[in-house]
């Protein structure tokens, strides 16, 4: 019984430390912050991770990452696309009634209508005018 007293009392100890996920790649396991993590894109029955230094292609679906890093500032623009708000530059209308999303390594995602509200999601404060909103 001391065994697991020590060990509770150890863990306890430690300090908290910045959320990371594990993902396996291969025979390995790779830790990942989600501040470094770009944009998650659907591919099949797979997901492509883009961290920013490498992708990772992992077997899970879009939706349970959209759940999973929404608390990381993750937001949806696309049924098949997630970015970290903290990537992206610019936004850009179309004529379509879609929009443009600038990340800033050059990558371009199209924001369809239907995601186009979670727009509002990438600023604390809008300056100059207001938010895209649903219409």
Known sequence: MD?????VQLLSAQPQSLPRFAIKVGKRVVFLDPAQLAA?????NYIAVQ?????????ETISRMADTLKSFGFIQIHRSVLVNRRFVSAIRPRATGQYELR??????YTVT???????RFLANCWIGSKPVTKS
Request: proline content about 0%.
């Open 40 to 44: 998650v894109r659907a591919e099949g």
């Open 3 to 7: 065994a697991v007293a020590d060990a």
């Open 51 to 59: 961290h920013t230094d490498s992708s990772y292609l992992l077997r």
């Open 113 to 119: 209508r239907t995601y186009k509200a979670n727009l």
């Open 103 to 108: 990340m800033k390594n050059g990558q371009k």
